[in-house]
């Protein structure tokens, strides 16, 4: 998964941050998921349903967290990878989605979980 970094966050990353950040692109880069399969992930918090979705506009940015610390390595930080993109479903709606890429790996499927993680997402829902 390719991660970039945002122009706002070039204002408010450090040079004592870049270490960091270099690294978990590297780790992000090997990972075997694309951002859109993170993002399908998303949808079905999002909507509450496990239907396919198409994803659009998919893209992953560093970003900073205040709810994590060192979560990528020991000296991460608050660092986390945010993705956002488009989910459409012409059954169930259209989802404007961003996440933290650190509450999507929380996932386990249950209700009352899924329901905490749904509570840390940008969810900007278009429905049929």
């Not at 970094?5 to 941050?17: N, Q, R």
């Not at 690294?23 to 075997?32: H, N, Y």
């Not at 509450?48 to 998919?58: K, T």
């Not at 989910?87 to 905490?116: H, M, R, W």
């Amino acid at each position: 998964m390719k991660i970039r970094i945002p122009s706002e966050m070039k204002k408010v990353l450090t040079v004592a941050e870049m270490p960091a950040v270099r690294e978990i692109q590297r780790q992000e880069a090997e990972d075997t998921f694309t951002v859109a399969e993170y993002l399908q992930m998303a949808a079905h918090v999002a909507s509450r349903d496990n239907s396919s979705f198409q994803i659009y506009d998919a893209s992953a940015g560093i970003a900073k967290n205040g709810r994590i610390r060192d979560y990528y390595s020991d000296d991460s930080g608050s660092l986390d990878v945010w993705l956002e993109g488009l989910a459409f479903n012409p059954y169930v709606g259209a989802f404007l989605i961003g996440v933290y890429l650190s509450d999507l790996q929380q996932v386990t499927g249950k209700e009352s979980n899924d329901s905490q993680v749904r509570d840390h997402m940008f969810i900007r829902e278009y429905l049929p």
